[in-house]
């Protein structure tokens, strides 16, 4: 079972579950009312003009490019949570050099995955929320941000940088919890990553995770305390100010409730995708995604941007305020009240 989940491709799992839930919504809005939240989700998802609006030709370039880019990153990153895993291995056999520890069984091997699981979400859960309110890390967050259909592909569509962050801190974040689990259970490092790779695979398929790009309003009732449903997550890309900043995971919502970011979404609740109509407009494209997140980053950092009154912030002196923190008293760029 744990070989043949593996070996199942992503791409399978990820459109499989996307055109599976479509005939899903088609068979209610078959029989729900004309003007239901069923139909315009089957309708928004499968009418062939929402493909070829400039949003989801942008998704197809971000991830063409971003399969080519992370040929290097898929390589690079296990090494390096394997090197810091490698440091807290030897400190503890170092420190610990008679101590009788655990050898591996069936229910270790569970426990290990489900603390490789936990740790992985929450990385991307800190991750995620420092691309929101770290300033030069949203110019790069920008581009998933501006997207206007929602679909499998919008999952990539990042700046290259943006997504190199991204890999990095959950790599580094990974490294002591394996660390941990290889020295006191006698683990290998390809054990390790198999466990962390299985449990990430079983509970993106048993969380609908493909689903959380696309505009099919699934929530889990109860479980929405415990799981990010994908409308939970559709309110995280919403541009409405009650929406904004909010619901940062990607499996557990824990993280969410515990941080006070979380929002439950109610039945039929309006979302307005993008980051305000100007800039949703400006990262569309080959150079709104790769050349415009740059230049901001750029005028963040030498204090060209207008702060919240319209007037640009450079006062003559360094400070890190508003280049590695937002000024909590601005209003987020792009909110719609």
């Given at each position: 079972?744990?070989?043949?989940?593996?070996?199942?491709?992503?791409?399978?799992?990820?459109?499989?579950?996307?055109?599976?839930?479509?005939?899903?919504?088609?068979?209610?809005?078959?029989?729900?009312?004309?003007?239901?939240?069923?139909?315009?989700?089957?309708?928004?998802?499968?009418?062939?003009?929402?493909?070829?609006?400039?949003?989801?030709?942008?998704?197809?370039?971000?991830?063409?490019?971003?399969?080519?880019?992370?040929?290097?990153?898929?390589?690079?990153?296990?090494?390096?949570?394997?090197?810091?895993?490698?440091?807290?291995?030897?400190?503890?056999?170092?420190?610990?050099?008679?101590?009788?520890?655990?050898?591996?069984?069936?229910?270790?091997?569970?426990?290990?995955?489900?603390?490789?699981?936990?740790?992985?979400?929450?990385?991307?859960?800190?991750?995620?929320?420092?691309?929101?309110?770290?300033?030069?890390?949203?110019?790069?967050?920008?581009?998933?941000?501006?997207?206007?259909?929602?679909?499998?592909?919008?999952?990539?569509?990042?700046?290259?940088?943006?997504?190199?962050?991204?890999?990095?801190?959950?790599?580094?974040?990974?490294?002591?919890?394996?660390?941990?689990?290889?020295?006191?259970?006698?683990?290998?490092?390809?054990?390790?990553?198999?466990?962390?790779?299985?449990?990430?695979?079983?509970?993106?398929?048993?969380?609908?995770?493909?689903?959380?790009?696309?505009?099919?309003?699934?929530?889990?009732?109860?479980?929405?305390?415990?799981?990010?449903?994908?409308?939970?997550?559709?309110?995280?890309?919403?541009?409405?100010?009650?929406?904004?900043?909010?619901?940062?995971?990607?499996?557990?919502?824990?993280?969410?409730?515990?941080?006070?970011?979380?929002?439950?979404?109610?039945?039929?609740?309006?979302?307005?995708?993008?980051?305000?109509?100007?800039?949703?407009?400006?990262?569309?494209?080959?150079?709104?995604?790769?050349?415009?997140?740059?230049?901001?980053?750029?005028?963040?950092?030498?204090?060209?941007?207008?702060?919240?009154?319209?007037?640009p912030r450079h006062d003559g002196r360094y400070?890190?305020?508003?280049?590695?923190?937002?000024?909590?008293?601005?209003?987020?760029?792009?909110?719609?009240?």
């Amino acid at each position: 079972m744990e070989n043949l989940l593996l070996r199942l491709p992503t791409p399978i799992v990820v459109w499989g579950s996307f055109f599976v839930a479509g005939i899903f919504v088609y068979l209610a809005a078959a029989f729900a009312r004309p003007a239901s939240i069923e139909r315009k989700a089957f309708v928004k998802c499968f009418v062939a003009g929402e493909w070829s609006h400039k949003s989801a030709v942008t998704d197809l370039i971000a991830y063409v490019i971003g399969k080519i880019t992370g040929l290097l990153q898929a390589g690079l990153m296990p090494i390096i949570t394997l090197s810091i895993a490698g440091v807290f291995t030897g400190g503890i056999h170092y420190f610990f050099p008679a101590e009788h520890f655990f050898h591996a069984n069936i229910l270790i091997f569970l426990c290990c995955a489900l603390i490789l699981m936990f740790f992985s979400d929450f990385s991307g859960w800190l991750s995620h929320v420092a691309q929101h309110y770290v300033p030069v890390l949203w110019e790069l967050h920008k581009v998933h941000h501006s997207a206007l259909f929602l679909n499998p592909l919008t999952a990539r569509r990042g700046h290259t940088f943006g997504i190199l962050f991204d890999d990095v801190a959950h790599a580094c974040i990974m490294g002591p919890p394996t660390g941990f689990l290889i020295a006191i259970f006698n683990l290998n490092p390809v054990e390790i990553t198999l466990l962390g790779a299985f449990a990430n695979k079983f509970f993106f398929m048993i969380t609908l995770e493909a689903l959380q790009h696309s505009h099919y309003p699934i929530n889990f009732g109860f479980f929405d305390r415990i799981f990010i449903s994908p409308h939970m997550h559709q309110i995280h890309h919403s541009s409405r100010l009650e929406h904004w900043d909010k619901n940062f995971g990607y499996i557990f919502s824990l993280w969410d409730w515990l941080f006070k970011t979380a929002y439950r979404p109610k039945r039929g609740e309006v979302i307005v995708y993008g980051i305000g109509e100007a800039e949703t407009a400006a990262y569309q494209g080959f150079y709104g995604v790769y050349v415009l997140p740059m230049i901001g980053m750029w005028r963040v950092i030498t204090r060209k941007t207008p702060n919240a009154t319209g007037r640009p912030r450079h006062d003559g002196r360094y400070s890190p305020a508003g280049i590695l923190w937002r000024d909590p008293a601005a209003a987020p760029m792009g909110a719609i009240e």
